[in-house]
């Protein structure tokens, strides 16, 4: 970054080179010192739009771990457990992107996190944290590509094709979706996260019928499952240790769950007019937090116990697609038949939707780290659009 730093041209030339030439190489050409540069690798565009970064930040990398991962917390730790762990978690996450949001919305930088790392700490911390990063979306990409593949054996007949085919498929869907302009990415992105914001918000309210008496069986369950088999699970342990560690296990859980929600400062360098976009994209991770996460894990623990023997078999047999989830559990435990085929094919989505995401981010990791000079300039290079 040094070496870029210390070519930059002098502010007037950065806004006449903006003036004559437009933002896209004005940005460029104050950030790598000459217009030479700028022909060489080109420069990212500001393609995603206000509504695109709202949704991207308010269900964007919402995934597996939400729908099939809390099911595994559910059964260790117990309602209060996942109750708990999640709103402890995300308090700290939304702090976190309090401070994260107002320095995005001051330096909005493609890639944003290692560079804030070197600009403002060290260089060192700027190499470990961004590298750190990149594989960090690396892995979960493949993770969630995998998950999805699996989500789809729920269906009969998708056990007959070999694995490898859906793979396949998912892969070359998330890389058109990115390879071209990001304006497609945020477009794909904002339909994605449309479809599990409403998902979601139905299951919420699908979940609150039901717990009232308002499903085919007619039954009020309220908190009876708080009270019997109990509203805290002992994990790895008796008593209130046991319970203590039951609830310290959901916050691996939680972590993994909120992962990727920084994604509004890694666009935030594509993202138009971001002096207005991402203060306004930030503060509703907060709804976020509260309607998806802890209002979700409020929804399973009463719909269901956590010794539920269809979800204990399902997770210890590793069963395909939404078996395993606590949501379609309740489904069928409430007696409506349509709609566990409905979540199953929204797990499908929101897997595939945060895999896109996670390479989307993974690649501006790599492009940041590569404006540092900490990677190889080969990732500087942009396409014209």
């Not at 930040?57 to 999640?86: D, E, H």
């Not at 088999?229 to 209130?240: I, L, Q, R, V």
């Amino acid at each position: 970054m040094e070496k870029f730093r210390n070519k930059s041209p002098a502010s007037d030339d950065a806004a006449r080179i903006v003036e004559e030439q437009g933002i896209r190489r004005g940005e460029a050409a104050e950030l790598y010192g000459d217009l030479s540069r700028v022909d060489e690798y080109g420069y990212v565009s500001r393609g995603l739009k206000s509504r695109h970064i709202q949704f991207i930040a308010l269900g964007g990398t919402i995934g597996t771990g939400l729908f099939l991962g809390i099911g595994r917390a559910f059964t260790q730790a117990g309602p209060l457990s996942i109750l708990l762990g999640y709103t402890f978690t995300g308090v700290a996450i939304f702090a976190m992107m309090m401070s994260l949001g107002e320095m995005a919305t001051w330096l909005p930088l493609p890639g944003a996190i290692p560079q804030f790392c070197a600009r403002y700490v060290d260089g060192a911390m700027g190499f470990a944290v961004g590298w750190n990063n990149w594989y960090y979306s690396a892995i979960t990409l493949c993770a969630e590509i995998a998950a999805a593949s699996v989500v789809i054996q729920f269906w009969n007949g998708a056990q007959d094709i070999n694995v490898a085919a859906w793979i396949s498929l998912i892969i070359v869907l998330v890389v058109c979706l990115n390879i071209f302009a990001v304006a497609i990415y945020g477009e794909a992105e904002f339909w994605f996260a449309a479809i599990k914001i409403i998902t979601i918000v139905g299951l919420i309210i699908f979940a609150f019928i039901i717990d009232l008496g308002g499903g085919p069986t007619r039954d009020r369950l309220g908190f009876r499952y708080w009270n019997n088999p109990g509203a805290m699970k002992a994990y790895k342990g008796t008593g209130a240790t046991g319970r203590f560690l039951g609830l310290f296990s959901t916050l691996v859980n939680a972590a993994f769950s909120y992962g990727g929600v920084e994604m509004v400062a890694v666009a935030a360098g594509e993202a138009e007019n971001p002096r207005y976009n991402v203060p306004k994209a930030v503060r509703r991770v907060f709804w976020r937090i509260l309607f998806f996460y802890v209002l979700g894990a409020l929804a399973i623990g009463v719909l269901i116990p956590y010794d539920e023997p269809r979800l204990l078999s399902a997770i210890d047999s590793k069963a395909p697609g939404g078996a395993a989830s606590p949501w379609v559990i309740a489904v069928y435990r409430a007696g409506v038949p349509a709609l566990p085929s409905i979540i199953n094919a929204v797990i499908l989505t929101s897997a595939t939707s945060s895999a896109n995401a996670f390479l989307f981010s993974g690649s501006r990791y790599l492009y940041a780290l590569a404006q540092n000079g900490q990677a190889p300039r080969i990732f500087l290079t942009c396409s014209k659009r």
